[in-house]
């Protein structure tokens, strides 16, 4: 393919999907990243685009690609992340196994909920939830190290990462931005995306919390399929057909 017809064809996707993201465009076209990434800024000089950390968004949605800050997002639909912190208690191993919680508000509600006699091992990528799981006397936790996001409170980085190649848990409990059957789990960013990507392989039985505005719903970098998910919590407010799609899947889907 000639680069003018490479350049059209995300001009295209940019136009209909809304954003792209670098790594699928160069795995769509078997190029590098840095061809693609000469590719947006050719077609950015053009006003087809805007570039962002990770990909590209169509200029119309560029003002609102950036995610909302911590404080904003705790206090948004806090009674569903609360009831899906609480159901995730059930999917918490036997004592003396190992727990993978990725940073977000959900997750955090989950952390909060775990009760103070429990005996496990916690490995954690977030400086809230690793601070209130200290409060546990008989459980230990990991911290992965990394560079703090301040918009999310999340460790990221090439130390995060390297730490959870070495571990391997029981089971995770994983955030997200967005989750839908075409593009899978997404989130705004590409670094939190190389990380909860290296969790999905460090735990055994993966666990997605997500409130029922993440869903049907698409972000700028994927960072998990559908097969790379075993339950999916949520609350009341899924649509019901999604819930089905899911199950096709063979995901196990909570409501709380």
């Known amino acids: 393919m000639y680069a003018e017809e490479r350049q059209s064809s995300i001009a295209s996707e940019v136009r209909s999907r809304g954003r792209v993201s670098v790594a699928d465009l160069a795995a769509r076209f078997s190029v590098t990243g840095e061809t693609v990434r000469r590719d947006l800024a050719i077609l950015q000089r053009s006003g087809q685009l805007v570039r962002v ?4 968004v169509r200029p119309d949605v560029a003002a609102v690609v950036e995610e ?7 206090q948004s639909r806090r009674i569903e992340k609360t009831a899906i912190g609480v159901a995730a208690l059930a999917l918490l191993p036997a004592a003396g196994g190992s727990v993978l919680i990725d940073a977000g508000t959900t997750t955090l509600q989950l952390a909060s909920a775990i009760h103070p006699d ?11 939830v690793g601070g209130v799981l200290a409060a546990l006397p008989g459980s230990a936790v990991m911290l992965t190290g990394g560079r703090l996001r301040p918009t999310t409170g999340a460790t990221v980085g090439a130390d995060a990462v390297a730490m959870l190649s070495t571990v391997r848990a029981s089971v995770g409990f994983l955030g997200t931005n967005a989750l839908s059957v075409g593009h899978g789990l997404s989130t705004p960013d590409a670094d939190e995306a190389a990380v909860k990507r290296a969790m999905i392989a460090a ?5 997605v919390l997500a409130d029922s505005s993440k869903i049907n719903r698409e972000e700028l970098v994927r960072f998990g ?7 999916v919590i949520t609350d009341t407010g899924i649509d019901p057909g999604f819930v089905s799609e899911l199950r096709a899947h063979d995901i196990e889907v909570v409501v709380a």
């Open 203 to 207: 735990c055994g039985t993966t666990v």
């Open 118 to 128: 429990t005996r496990l091992t916690f490995i954690t990528n977030s400086i809230q």
């Open 225 to 231: 399929t559908l097969d790379d998910i075993d339950v």
């Open 53 to 56: 950390h990770g990909g590209a």
């Open 68 to 74: 909302p800050d911590l404080a904003i997002r705790e």
